[in-house]
């Protein structure tokens, strides 16, 4: 039951990192049809963030994905990513040792691609395991060497709580940073 949940979740954030491209346009999703995001290569990279004891680093993969199931066949260019945080000299979340694993292993913890409207915003979901959910993000490219992760917030809908599994609201993921590309 946990896997198949697990590939619905995957699949259903897969449809999602799509939806602002259907929604500037009609797009038939049929075998062959490919979707181009070439703003999100250059976000691709080692990017880090220091601040005294905390820091946080993302790692950005640019890669050509081709779904599966309903959508096999189709393929689109999509940013897949691995996160480090370190609050008070403590690892709290690590997904790097699987840094550059493919879209299928699912060790990835980002997934993203470029905005519609504006070229330099890349927007997704990054898994916060340490709060056992995953959110929404917002990053912009400064320059070459530069990104801010503008924000990091709630997916919207309804949070289903229970007394075993109570859904934690918070995030302690920085936000509002500016991290430099490492490589």
Excluded at 44 to 53: D, L, Q, V, Y
Excluded at 54 to 72: A, H, N, R, W, Y
């Amino acid at each position: 039951m946990k896997t198949k949940t697990k590939r619905v979740t995957l699949t259903i954030i897969a449809l999602l990192a799509m939806v602002n491209f259907a929604f500037t346009q009609y797009v038939d999703l049929k075998p062959g049809y490919h979707h181009l995001d070439p703003d999100a290569k250059k976000f691709a990279g080692i990017w880090e963030w220091k601040k005294g004891n905390d820091s946080f680093m993302l790692i950005l993969s640019f890669q050509k994905v081709e779904f599966k199931g309903c959508l096999k066949g189709v393929t689109a260019d999509v940013i897949l990513g691995w996160h480090k945080f370190v609050k008070n000299g403590k690892v709290v979340e690590d997904s790097t040792p699987f840094k550059f694993s493919n879209f299928y292993k699912r060790k990835w913890t980002i997934l993203s691609g470029s905005g519609m409207l504006d070229k330099n915003l890349l927007e997704g979901t990054i898994q916060h395991k340490s709060k056992k959910k995953s959110v929404n993000f917002k990053i912009k490219h400064i320059d070459a060497d530069h990104i801010k992760l503008v924000v990091v917030f709630n997916i919207p809908g309804t949070k289903v709580s229970t007394d075993e599994h109570p859904y934690d609201s918070s995030i302690s993921l920085p936000q509002n940073i500016v991290l430099t590309r490492v490589k």
